[in-house]
């Protein structure tokens, strides 16, 4: 009778193959920590907190950058205007 079933299973190694797609099927079933399925579950929910986390990265830099094109702006502004004045005032006081 076992050899019929071992023959059936195509010797040891269909045999072997049987029980390590029983092993692997186990794993692929949640078991509330160490299974491949709970380690899948685990790196997806990071993976979708990294995300969140760069999106908010991403949003801060945004606004970064918009303050920093307008501070530039209000420097550009400024140094024009100072420019402005240096000139008007060398000319109306001219050194000697």
Wanted: glycine share 8%.
């Amino acid at each position: 009778m076992l050899a019929d079933i071992l023959q059936a299973l195509g010797g040891f190694t269909g045999l072997g193959a049987l029980i390590a797609a029983t092993a692997t099927w186990r794993q692929m079933r949640p078991n509330h920590g160490s299974s491949m399925k709970d380690a899948i579950t685990r790196v997806e929910r990071g993976l979708k907190t990294l995300d969140h986390r760069i999106g908010a990265v991403e949003h801060r830099l945004t606004l970064l950058d918009e303050r920093l094109t307008l501070l530039d702006e209000r420097a550009e502004h400024t140094h024009e205007h100072i420019e402005h004045r240096l000139s008007h005032l060398e000319h109306n006081n001219p050194q000697q």
